[in-house]
């Protein structure tokens, strides 16, 4: 019918050949926009369908440049109900293992002498979560979706234009390709295009932070633990990371510190040295002294609801459908359940089924709220307790914190809600 399995990776202006033998455009089951960890995740979960997938991107992820010598400072802790998922789907195992950091323990302090310890032993489980740098998911994924066959990567590719009728979507490309599918997956990020497209609201709140980010090497191992601190300028997070050979192994930690903007902006302009100390001192010489790896970044923080994320022929994923702030680390595991429901949702539909059916896609959405809804809630009570500077509220959660700590059930609970996600 078409000739998509022959362009499997379109280089740019490749397109013309395609649009020229067929002007109606490209005839898609699916079509995904946005190829980040969510969007690509989605389409490899679909490899072994006979569904033809397109997949556009403004850009292809790509390794920090001095690779592997150097590490992306921007890393995430995947929880297990994720790894799970990355396995299921072929990648887990194709990640570099000596870039893979098992959590095997948490240790979160408040700002008061509150805190909450619990490790992987606590639960019988190996691992808390894992941390795994950003573009070596990313990269994996890709790499894999480009040598699928059901899939035509368009890719630099901007879309300019979304149509929605009883019949199908079609998605016009700002260099005119023409792309129609059943089902159009907004998995574009947080300011998503297509979620702006199909008229889907979405609240945003600031939390006037910044996530700043920035890998170090320590003086002292981390022996696989994750620390957290609660501080009056900000959550400061120190992951542990893989790297370092021999004596050198478990002597490296990749900080996220989610400070009110301006302090943010004195951590990004601080000289190698100062960021340093600074982040040594925050987090009480924890590791001993620190030396920064490569220069910090920073990331405006935003909560974003989003109550519906389905529409006839629209679905959101990931960070389209969900914003949440990083102290949980959870952004990138709801994306991951998301992808997990579609794509048995779309893998069970009959063939009779119009992937683009409104009911169909409500049960995706019906399937999601909850939790979506509730882990928003929880981290977004969390930042404002800790950010608040009303004097008795410092105890108070810092009495929280410990009483998690001793109270056996509620602790468990918090852990098991980590760890099943
Ligand atoms: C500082 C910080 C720390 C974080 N730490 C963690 C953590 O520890 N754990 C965790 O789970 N999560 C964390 N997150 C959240 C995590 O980054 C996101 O949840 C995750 O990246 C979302 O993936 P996604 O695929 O939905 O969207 P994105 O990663 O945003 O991908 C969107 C893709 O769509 C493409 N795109 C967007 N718009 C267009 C367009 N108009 N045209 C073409 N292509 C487009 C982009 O190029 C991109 O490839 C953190 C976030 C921040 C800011």
Same mark, same amino acid.
């Given at each position: *019918?078409?000739?998509?399995?022959?362009?499997?990776?379109?280089?740019?202006? $490749?397109?013309?050949?395609?649009? @020229?033998?067929?002007?109606?455009?490209?005839?898609?089951?699916?079509?995904?926009?946005?190829?980040?960890?969510?969007?690509?995740?989605?389409?490899?979960?679909?490899?072994?369908?006979? %569904?033809?997938?397109? @997949?556009?991107?403004?850009?292809?992820?790509?390794?920090?440049?001095?690779?592997?010598?150097?590490?992306?400072?921007?890393?995430?802790?995947?929880?297990?109900?994720? $790894?799970?998922? @990355?396995?299921?789907?072929?990648?887990?195992?194709?990640?570099?293992?000596?870039?893979?950091?098992?959590?095997?323990?948490?240790?979160?302090?408040?700002?008061?002498?509150?805190?909450?310890?619990?490790?992987?032993?606590?639960?019988?489980?190996?691992?808390?979560?894992?941390?795994?740098?950003?573009?070596?998911?990313?990269?994996? #994924?890709?790499?894999?979706? =480009?040598?699928?066959?059901?899939?035509?990567?368009?890719?630099? $590719?901007?879309?300019?234009?979304?149509?929605?009728?009883?019949?199908?979507?079609? @998605?016009?490309?700002?260099?005119?390709?023409?792309?129609?599918?059943?089902?159009?997956?907004?998995?574009?990020?947080?300011?998503?295009?297509?979620?702006?497209?199909?008229?889907?609201?979405?609240?945003?709140?600031?939390?006037?932070?910044?996530?700043?980010?920035?890998?170090?090497?320590?003086? #002292?191992?981390?022996?696989?633990?994750?620390?957290?601190?609660?501080?009056?300028?900000?959550?400061?997070?120190?992951?542990?990371?893989?790297?370092?050979?021999?004596?050198?192994?478990?002597? *490296?930690?990749?900080?996220?510190? =989610?400070?009110?903007?301006?302090?943010?902006?004195?951590?990004?302009?601080?000289?190698?040295?100062?960021?340093?100390?600074?982040?040594?001192?925050?987090?009480?010489?924890?590791?001993?002294?620190?030396? !920064?790896?490569?220069?910090?970044?920073?990331?405006? !923080?935003?909560?974003?609801?989003?109550?519906?994320?389905?529409?006839?022929?629209?679905?959101?994923?990931?960070?389209?459908?969900?914003?949440?702030?990083?102290?949980?680390?959870?952004?990138?595991?709801?994306?991951?359940?998301?992808?997990?429901?579609?794509?048995?949702?779309?893998?069970?539909?009959?063939?009779?089924?119009?992937?683009?059916? %409104?009911?169909?896609?409500?049960?995706?959405?019906?399937?999601? +709220?909850?939790?979506?809804?509730?882990?928003? =809630?929880?981290?977004?009570?969390?930042?404002?307790?800790?950010?608040?500077?009303?004097?008795? !509220?410092?105890?108070?959660?810092?009495?929280?914190?410990? !009483?998690?700590? +001793?109270?056996?059930?509620?602790?468990?609970?918090?852990?098991?809600?980590?760890?099943?996600?």
């Amino acid at each position: *019918m078409s000739h998509h399995h022959s362009h499997r990776h379109v280089a740019p202006g $490749a397109f013309n050949s395609v649009l @020229l033998s067929n002007p109606q455009g490209q005839d898609f089951d699916l079509i995904i926009v946005g190829g980040g960890l969510t969007g690509s995740a989605l389409a490899v979960a679909l490899a072994d369908t006979a %569904l033809r997938i397109a @997949l556009v991107d403004a850009r292809a992820p790509a390794r920090p440049k001095d690779w592997p010598a150097q590490w992306d400072n921007r890393v995430y802790a995947i929880s297990p109900g994720s $790894a799970d998922l @990355l396995s299921a789907i072929g990648c887990w195992a194709h990640l570099t293992p000596d870039r893979l950091q098992r959590v095997e323990r948490m240790v979160v302090r408040g700002d008061a002498g509150g805190e909450i310890d619990f490790s992987a032993f606590d639960t019988g489980t190996e691992e808390l979560a894992w941390i795994v740098e950003s573009s070596e998911m990313a990269c994996e #994924l890709w790499t894999t979706v =480009s040598r699928q066959r059901n899939v035509t990567s368009y890719c630099p $590719a901007i879309p300019a234009a979304l149509q929605v009728t009883d019949e199908g979507a079609m @998605l016009t490309l700002e260099d005119g390709a023409v792309l129609r599918g059943k089902l159009v997956i907004g998995a574009d990020g947080r300011d998503s295009w297509v979620r702006q497209q199909t008229g889907l609201s979405s609240t945003h709140d600031p939390y006037n932070e910044l996530g700043v980010v920035a890998n170090f090497r320590t003086e #002292l191992p981390h022996f696989g633990t994750a620390y957290q601190w609660f501080r009056e300028d900000g959550v400061l997070a120190y992951l542990p990371l893989a790297g370092g050979d021999g004596a050198d192994h478990g002597h *490296m930690l990749s900080m996220v510190w =989610s400070a009110p903007e301006d302090f943010a902006r004195t951590l990004l302009a601080d000289s190698a040295e100062a960021l340093a100390e600074r982040v040594a001192n925050a987090g009480a010489n924890q590791l001993g002294r620190l030396q !920064l790896l490569a220069p910090a970044a920073g990331f405006p !923080l935003k909560l974003v609801r989003v109550p519906q994320v389905v529409a006839p022929r629209v679905a959101l994923i990931g960070d389209a459908a969900h914003g949440i702030h990083p102290l949980t680390g959870h952004g990138v595991n709801l994306g991951f359940q998301d992808v997990r429901v579609l794509a048995d949702l779309i893998r069970t539909a009959r063939p009779v089924d119009d992937l683009g059916d %409104l009911r169909l896609l409500s049960r995706y959405q019906r399937a999601r +709220r909850e939790e979506v809804v509730m882990l928003q =809630s929880v981290t977004d009570a969390m930042r404002k307790l800790f950010a608040s500077k009303a004097p008795g !509220l410092a105890p108070l959660r810092n009495l929280g914190l410990s !009483l998690t700590n +001793r109270l056996g059930p509620l602790k468990t609970l918090l852990i098991r809600y980590a760890l099943e996600r």
